[in-house]
T-cell receptor
């Protein structure tokens, strides 16, 4: 089928290496951030999230770093595996009183893992 | 089922035809979202329901787009007089109430192609 990642920036890594995917967000009022993984033909899958009162959060093999000063978010994947090959999106939200929980998605990055 | 179910998976429509896309959210999920994902882009918010109430429809691109969730469960996104620019994947997501669980669960989407 058609690739979700067509025309997106691509990061190519060797299996077993660490991967770092970056994202610049737009709204300084955003206070909640999520990383999603999307495989071809599937919907986005939640990976990890972070609130604006944190700088770092770790999950299983994944770490998210937040730099509010420069409005930058990164996703680190340790010991990258072929199954990690997908398109990765960052998303932001602002939980103001009027907010309905809608997410603003970034452009996305295609991760290719070479065996 | 345990996930968000969308049907049909693929839809080909002739320009000018009306289409209806269905979303079955996870049972008990109060919040339901529709997103549009063009090829090579991140998902873009269309509309949000809390139970049967449509609280935010700011992302609907034109009055040809209409969404409903009459009983607070299944939702339908309807597009009238389809145009080629409507070709995209339409994603549905559901979640427990905002503030209790920020995580979305997305369905696999409906790929609409207008010819």
């Amino acid at each position: 089928g058609e690739s979700v990642g067509l025309h997106l920036p691509t990061l190519s890594v060797q299996e077993g290496d660490n991967s770092i995917i970056n994202c610049a967000y737009s709204n300084s009022a955003s206070d909640y951030f999520i990383w999603y993984k999307q495989e071809s033909g599937k919907g986005p899958q939640f990976i990890i999230d972070i609130r604006s009162n944190m700088d770092k959060r770790q999950g299983q093999r994944v770490t998210v770093l937040l730099n509010k000063t420069v409005k930058h978010l990164s996703l680190q994947i340790a010991a990258t595996q072929p199954g990690d090959s997908a398109v990765y999106f960052c998303a932001e939200n602002s939980f103001s009183s009027s907010n309905t929980g809608k997410l603003i998605f970034g452009q996305g990055t295609t991760l290719q893992v070479k065996p | 089922g345990a996930g968000v179910s969308q049907s049909p998976r693929y839809k080909v429509a002739k320009r000018g035809q009306d289409v209806a896309l269905r979303c079955d959210p996870i049972s008990g999920h109060v919040s339901l979202f529709w997103y549009q994902q063009a090829l090579g882009q991140g998902p873009e918010f269309l509309t949000y329901f809390q139970n049967e109430a449509q609280l935010d429809k700011s992302g609907l691109p034109s009055d040809r787009f209409f969404a409903e969730r009459p009983e607070g469960s299944v939702s339908t996104l309807k597009i009238q007089r389809t145009q080629q620019e409507d070709s995209a994947v339409y994603l549905c997501a559901s979640s427990t109430p905002i503030g209790a669980n920020y995580g979305y669960t997305f369905g696999s989407g409906t790929r609409l192609t207008v010819v």
